[in-house]
C-alpha cells in the first residue's frame, strides 16, 4: 500500500501566504516605490511652478556697479535653475516654466517657442531629444535642456535689448497675466481625471509702479478666484502691491535679508508647496501695507475720496467723477437772505 503524503497543516499554510504578501508589499514599498499605484501615493495631481524674475536691467546694472558680494543677475538665474530643477525631481508629473519680465517686454524663457505640449507632460520623442544638448556629467538630459534653453533666452533678451526710450519701469503686471492666461491652458491640456494646483513665484527687484496699480489688483483678483498661489520674494525695498497679492491668494512673502543666500531661501521657504508648507515652520505673516492708489495721479493715499457708483479712488474732491463721468449732488449750507433795513423818512 501506498503511503500518502502527509499535507501541512492549513495555519501553516495561510502563515505562509501572509508573510509573502506582506514581503511582497514592503519590497513594493521600500525598494521600488514607483511601482504603487497613484491612488496609494497620491502623485497623480499636477503641480505647476511659474517663476517671474525681474530682468530690470537698470537695477541689476546698479547692483553691478555696487560691492563684489552683491547678488549679480547671474546668478539669480542660477538659482532658479536650481530651484526649477529641483521643483522637477520632487515628483515626475511636477511642471516648470520661467518669465522674464523686463522693462519692455515680458517673455518665457522656458518652455521656449521649440518645446510642444507633449514635451511638457513628458510624452515628446524626437523634440525633445533635439532640445537637449546632451548630458555629459551624468545629469538628467531634460534638466540640462531646460537650463540651457533659460541661458540662451535671457542672453538674448538681455544683449537686445535697448534703453533709450524713457520706460524703466518692469513689466510686472504683464508677465502676471501672462502667467495666469499660461495656467489655463495648461489646466485645459491635462486628463480628465487629474487635478492641477498652480503658484506663481515672483522675484522682485526694482520698485513698484503706481501707473499699475488697477492692473494688478485685477490680476490679483483674477488669481484669487482661479485658486493660484503668489508668492513673493523681494530683494530690494518692500513692494505693497505683492504684500496685497500674497495676502489676498494665500501666498507667502519674503523679503531677501542677505543677497549671496538667495538660493537657500528659495528651497527652503518657496520649494515646498502649499500642503507641505503647513508642516513647516516658515517666516510669519507681515504687516500688509493696503494704501491704494488714487486714480487722478497715482499716488498711494491713506484717506481720500471714493466714488459712490464705480468706486474710484481720488485724492482730491471733485465733484464730477472723471472715470464715469457722475455728476455729485453737493448739498450746500441754507445761505441766510439778508433782510432789508427800512430807510428812515426825514421828519
Not at 490680476?219 to 530690494?236: E, M, P, R, T, Y
Request: one cysteine or more; a neutral charge.
Amino acid at each position: 500500500m501506498k503511503r500518502r503524503k502527509s499535507s501541512p497543516p492549513e495555519d501553516t499554510a495561510t502563515e505562509e501566504s501572509t508573510r509573502d504578501r506582506v514581503s511582497m508589499a514592503a519590497r513594493r514599498l521600500l525598494l521600488r516605490p514607483w511601482m504603487v499605484s497613484p491612488a496609494e501615493m497620491h502623485d497623480d495631481d499636477l503641480s505647476l511652478l511659474v517663476v517671474i524674475i525681474d530682468t530690470n536691467p537698470i537695477w541689476w546694472g546698479k547692483k553691478a556697479l555696487g560691492e563684489a558680494e552683491q547678488l549679480t543677475l547671474s546668478k539669480c538665474i542660477d538659482a532658479v535653475m536650481v530651484l526649477g530643477n529641483s521643483h522637477l525631481l520632487m515628483n515626475r508629473n511636477n511642471r516648470l516654466a520661467v518669465i522674464a519680465s523686463h522693462t519692455q517686454e515680458s517673455r518665457f524663457l522656458y518652455p521656449g517657442k521649440g518645446w510642444t505640449a507633449a514635451d511638457l507632460f513628458g510624452d515628446g520623442g524626437s523634440s525633445m531629444e533635439s532640445n537637449c544638448s546632451g548630458s555629459k556629467d551624468g545629469k538628467y538630459e531634460l534638466l540640462t535642456a531646460i537650463n540651457d534653453a533659460i541661458a540662451e533666452e535671457i542672453k538674448d533678451l538681455m544683449t537686445k535689448s535697448d534703453m533709450r526710450g524713457q520706460q524703466t519701469e518692469t513689466l510686472l503686471v504683464g508677465s502676471l497675466a501672462k502667467a495666469l492666461c499660461y495656467i489655463n491652458r495648461m489646466s485645459k491640456d491635462i486628463k480628465g481625471n487629474q487635478e492641477m494646483k498652480s503658484r506663481i513665484l515672483v522675484i522682485k527687484a526694482a520698485e513698484d509702479s503706481a501707473l499699475q496699480y488697477m492692473n494688478f489688483m485685477n490680476v490679483i483678483f483674477a488669481a484669487q478666484k482661479q485658486s493660484v498661489l503668489i508668492d513673493a520674494c523681494v530683494l530690494d525695498s518692500d513692494s505693497g502691491l505683492l504684500q496685497q497679492a500674497c495676502d489676498i491668494t494665500g501666498g507667502i512673502y519674503l523679503k531677501v535679508l542677505h543677497m549671496p543666500s538667495l538660493l537657500q531661501y528659495l528651497l527652503w521657504v518657496f520649494l515646498p508647496d502649499q500642503e507641505q508648507r503647513s508642516q513647516l515652520v516658515l517666516p510669519p505673516p507681515i504687516h500688509v501695507d493696503y494704501r491704494a492708489a488714487c486714480f487722478c495721479h497715482r499716488n498711494l493715499i491713506e484717506i481720500g475720496y471714493v466714488c459712490s457708483v464705480c468706486l474710484s479712488i481720488f485724492c482730491n474732491f471733485s465733484p464730477i467723477c472723471s472715470t464715469c463721468e457722475t455728476a455729485f449732488k453737493i448739498s450746500l449750507p441754507p445761505v441766510m437772505k439778508a433782510k432789508k433795513k427800512k430807510l428812515k423818512v426825514a421828519a
